[in-house]
């Protein structure tokens, strides 16, 4: 499946909506394939919007402007990192179990 | 080269490439209305280009990513798309009245029609763009700019009286509650600000190869550089408000905006000033040629530079080309020289938070410039900036309507 | 959001696929730009985690206005075993010509630019 299929799609947990896929995590701990380990998916970072996340300062070290930083921070406030585990399925809609974890979203 | 010497050059070159036609029209227009009472607007953009270059100039050095890259990254593609079209139209804009100027000042050197002249200057354009090496060319270009130095010897040479000039620096009795004084506010903003300068500055820094330990000299050229260039055009604004705001001139023709130069300093000076305007027209159309190459290539993902050889960025090269012929495209359908250029600076002012937007925010990422992070207070001055450059974007179209660009 | 746990996992070296890779400028082995990252490929059967199998080149600067993405024949792949090194741009084990999207620079430089007297030579 492609990533730009996964983007944006809605997530469900026990029906209700949850949010939408903004990102997808990987480690680079696994097995090397060529010069770089290939990337295995840790989680689906899962937030309100995605346009609001494009600029990362929910989730990076960056923090500065500080100002900026505040303004994109509140409006992702509500993003989240849900492990592999936790995710069902990705057809369709991306479900999730019940007793999901949330984790942070950051880096 | 000695380091010294490098650093003198460099500041040279900023200075004498720093006024473009924008500037030229601009300041002499604002000089024969307001004389150099809004020395303040062109303090204010000085400080916000130094600024912002060096920011960008920074996270080229440090991370190899280009302005337009870092656009499209941080904004995602279709945003970048927009701001690309955006940026695109504008440098083009300028590019018009870059050539359309060089042509003006041909005619008045030689009394050759300017139509004449437009073709040359595109074909010269292109070639030292095609054959010149990149350092070569700025510094040519940017020492021979330096002859706009004869506008500040008219200034003095003028006898101007320093009451008047110490009050209208302060901006007493400016007109605040005129349109018009605002419009041209903005208009002043965007010829000391415009856009392209950004992307050349950020991908001039790879083509410089410049690194890590490059960042002061980046620090000095633009420091020092700028703020001379911000003299040069306050002098042309002095000049004017002397001799053409008496005379109750609209300046609307190229021979008004050295008109003082001759009035001060004879056929002579006049000379002079008209190699200056060639030169500084000349070097900003080797700019904005090659700017309009730097975003389109780097937003697309294709290899850019003068640093490769044409056969080696071919798309870069091309594009170019292209640019050259639109531009040459719209002269020759009679338009105006100064209008383009006066429109050129109104649509810079809109476009300018989307260039500097994403500059700002790259500057203080970490994955780009690793420990090189802004400071505290270059991140306070970037967030008034863009907050005063977002009021101008949003104001100077409306400006333009309702005060029919600055009557 | 900051209070919520840390994933164990996110101690090692992480990537966000849309932060740190999608966007981003592809590079060929001498770190000259090749095309942008616009997909990734995800095998989602892959045991015991799903792992990124390749990336996917540009081919057009105007895909970002397309809603979707080509059909599957139509994209550009690079098997993830060709990545060297993930930085602000993504760093490929390849060289130019082998990688497909490069057709319109070959074209524009056999041509077009190419022809040009002086064009194959450095101005440096």
Same mark, same amino acid.
């Given at each position: 499946m492609l990533l730009s299929d996964l983007l944006d799609r809605p997530v469900l947990c026990d029906g209700t909506a949850v949010g939408k896929v903004i990102d997808a995590r990987f480690t680079l701990t696994g097995r090397a394939s060529g010069p770089l380990a290939q990337p295995q998916l840790l989680g689906l970072v899962v937030g309100r919007r995605r346009g609001a996340a494009f600029l990362g300062y929910e989730r990076r $070290? $960056?923090?500065?402007?500080a100002v900026i930083n505040r303004f994109f921070a509140w409006r992702q406030r509500r993003s989240f990192l849900v492990d592999w585990g936790d995710v069902l399925r990705v057809e369709g809609v991306v479900e999730l179990s019940p007793d999901f974890t949330r984790w942070s979203a950051q880096v | 080269m000695n380091r010294y010497l490098a650093v003198a050059l460099g500041i040279l070159t900023a200075v004498g490439g720093f006024v473009d036609a924008g500037d030229l029209v601009t300041n002499a227009v604002v000089g024969s209305r307001y004389g150099v009472s809004l020395a303040w607007v062109v303090v204010v953009g000085v400080v916000g280009i130094t600024l912002y270059a060096h920011m960008a100039g920074k996270v080229m050095a440090l991370s190899g990513r280009a302005t337009f890259e870092v656009i499209r990254e941080r904004l995602g593609p279709r945003a970048a798309l927009v701001n690309l079209g955006a940026s695109l139209v504008m440098t083009l804009m300028t590019l018009t009245a870059e050539i359309g100027g060089m042509a003006l000042a041909m005619q008045l050197l030689t009394g050759i029609t300017p139509a004449v002249w437009f073709g040359i200057a595109a074909v010269v354009v292109w070639l030292v763009i095609w054959s010149v090496k990149f350092s070569i060319m700025e510094n040519v270009a940017g020492l021979l700019g330096l002859t706009l130095i004869v506008f500040t010897v008219s200034f003095f040479a003028l006898d101007p009286d320093w009451t008047v000039i110490r009050s209208q620096l302060m901006a007493r009795h400016a007109p605040v509650h005129s349109l018009s004084y605002w419009y041209y506010v903005v208009a002043l903003f965007g010829a000391a600000m415009t856009p392209y300068e950004v992307f050349f500055f950020s991908s001039g820094a790879a083509e410089e190869h410049w690194g890590k330990r490059d960042l002061a000299i980046s620090r000095v050229n633009a420091g020092v550089g700028f703020p001379l260039g911000g003299l040069l055009s306050l002098s042309i604004a002095g000049c004017a408000g002397m001799v053409l705001a008496a005379r109750h001139v609209n300046v609307d023709k190229m021979s008004e905006v050295v008109m003082p130069v001759g009035s001060a300093l004879g056929v002579v000076g006049l000379t002079i000033a008209l190699v200056g305007i060639l030169a500084a027209t000349t070097g900003a159309a080797l700019e904005t040629t090659l700017s309009c190459g730097y975003i389109l290539a780097q937003y697309a993902g294709w290899p850019w530079g003068k640093r490769l050889r044409p056969a080696s960025a071919p798309q870069f090269h091309l594009v170019m080309l292209v640019c050259l012929l639109i531009a040459l495209g719209v002269l020759a359908t009679g338009a105006d020289p100064i209008k383009v250029t006066e429109f050129s600076v109104v649509f810079s002012a809109v476009g300018l938070p989307l260039t500097y937007a994403p500059v700002l925010i790259v500057a203080n990422d970490p994955d780009y410039v690793g420990e090189h992070v802004n400071g505290r207070v270059v991140n306070g001055f970037g967030v008034v900036y863009l907050g005063v450059l977002t009021v101008a974007a949003v104001a100077a179209v409306p400006l333009m309507i309702v005060t029919g660009m600055g009557q | 959001m900051s209070d919520l746990p840390r994933h164990p996992g996110c101690d090692g070296a992480v990537i966000d696929a849309s932060l740190h890779l999608l966007d981003r400028t592809a590079l060929d082995n001498e770190g000259l730009p090749v095309s942008v990252i616009d997909d990734l490929e995800i095998d989602f059967e892959s045991k015991p985690q799903p792992v990124i199998t390749s990336l996917v080149l540009s081919a057009?600067?105007?895909?970002?206005?397309?809603?979707g993405h080509p059909p599957s024949f139509r994209l550009y792949r690079v098997p993830w075993r060709s990545v060297s090194d993930l930085g602000s741009g993504i760093r490929l084990a390849m060289e130019r010509d082998d990688i497909e999207t490069t057709w319109t620079e070959r074209w524009l430089r056999s041509r077009l630019i190419g022809r040009i007297p002086g064009g194959r030579h450095a101005p440096e």
């Amino acid at each position: 499946m492609l990533l730009s299929d996964l983007l944006d799609r809605p997530v469900l947990c026990d029906g209700t909506a949850v949010g939408k896929v903004i990102d997808a995590r990987f480690t680079l701990t696994g097995r090397a394939s060529g010069p770089l380990a290939q990337p295995q998916l840790l989680g689906l970072v899962v937030g309100r919007r995605r346009g609001a996340a494009f600029l990362g300062y929910e989730r990076r $070290t $960056t923090n500065r402007p500080a100002v900026i930083n505040r303004f994109f921070a509140w409006r992702q406030r509500r993003s989240f990192l849900v492990d592999w585990g936790d995710v069902l399925r990705v057809e369709g809609v991306v479900e999730l179990s019940p007793d999901f974890t949330r984790w942070s979203a950051q880096v | 080269m000695n380091r010294y010497l490098a650093v003198a050059l460099g500041i040279l070159t900023a200075v004498g490439g720093f006024v473009d036609a924008g500037d030229l029209v601009t300041n002499a227009v604002v000089g024969s209305r307001y004389g150099v009472s809004l020395a303040w607007v062109v303090v204010v953009g000085v400080v916000g280009i130094t600024l912002y270059a060096h920011m960008a100039g920074k996270v080229m050095a440090l991370s190899g990513r280009a302005t337009f890259e870092v656009i499209r990254e941080r904004l995602g593609p279709r945003a970048a798309l927009v701001n690309l079209g955006a940026s695109l139209v504008m440098t083009l804009m300028t590019l018009t009245a870059e050539i359309g100027g060089m042509a003006l000042a041909m005619q008045l050197l030689t009394g050759i029609t300017p139509a004449v002249w437009f073709g040359i200057a595109a074909v010269v354009v292109w070639l030292v763009i095609w054959s010149v090496k990149f350092s070569i060319m700025e510094n040519v270009a940017g020492l021979l700019g330096l002859t706009l130095i004869v506008f500040t010897v008219s200034f003095f040479a003028l006898d101007p009286d320093w009451t008047v000039i110490r009050s209208q620096l302060m901006a007493r009795h400016a007109p605040v509650h005129s349109l018009s004084y605002w419009y041209y506010v903005v208009a002043l903003f965007g010829a000391a600000m415009t856009p392209y300068e950004v992307f050349f500055f950020s991908s001039g820094a790879a083509e410089e190869h410049w690194g890590k330990r490059d960042l002061a000299i980046s620090r000095v050229n633009a420091g020092v550089g700028f703020p001379l260039g911000g003299l040069l055009s306050l002098s042309i604004a002095g000049c004017a408000g002397m001799v053409l705001a008496a005379r109750h001139v609209n300046v609307d023709k190229m021979s008004e905006v050295v008109m003082p130069v001759g009035s001060a300093l004879g056929v002579v000076g006049l000379t002079i000033a008209l190699v200056g305007i060639l030169a500084a027209t000349t070097g900003a159309a080797l700019e904005t040629t090659l700017s309009c190459g730097y975003i389109l290539a780097q937003y697309a993902g294709w290899p850019w530079g003068k640093r490769l050889r044409p056969a080696s960025a071919p798309q870069f090269h091309l594009v170019m080309l292209v640019c050259l012929l639109i531009a040459l495209g719209v002269l020759a359908t009679g338009a105006d020289p100064i209008k383009v250029t006066e429109f050129s600076v109104v649509f810079s002012a809109v476009g300018l938070p989307l260039t500097y937007a994403p500059v700002l925010i790259v500057a203080n990422d970490p994955d780009y410039v690793g420990e090189h992070v802004n400071g505290r207070v270059v991140n306070g001055f970037g967030v008034v900036y863009l907050g005063v450059l977002t009021v101008a974007a949003v104001a100077a179209v409306p400006l333009m309507i309702v005060t029919g660009m600055g009557q | 959001m900051s209070d919520l746990p840390r994933h164990p996992g996110c101690d090692g070296a992480v990537i966000d696929a849309s932060l740190h890779l999608l966007d981003r400028t592809a590079l060929d082995n001498e770190g000259l730009p090749v095309s942008v990252i616009d997909d990734l490929e995800i095998d989602f059967e892959s045991k015991p985690q799903p792992v990124i199998t390749s990336l996917v080149l540009s081919a057009s600067i105007f895909g970002p206005l397309y809603r979707g993405h080509p059909p599957s024949f139509r994209l550009y792949r690079v098997p993830w075993r060709s990545v060297s090194d993930l930085g602000s741009g993504i760093r490929l084990a390849m060289e130019r010509d082998d990688i497909e999207t490069t057709w319109t620079e070959r074209w524009l430089r056999s041509r077009l630019i190419g022809r040009i007297p002086g064009g194959r030579h450095a101005p440096e």
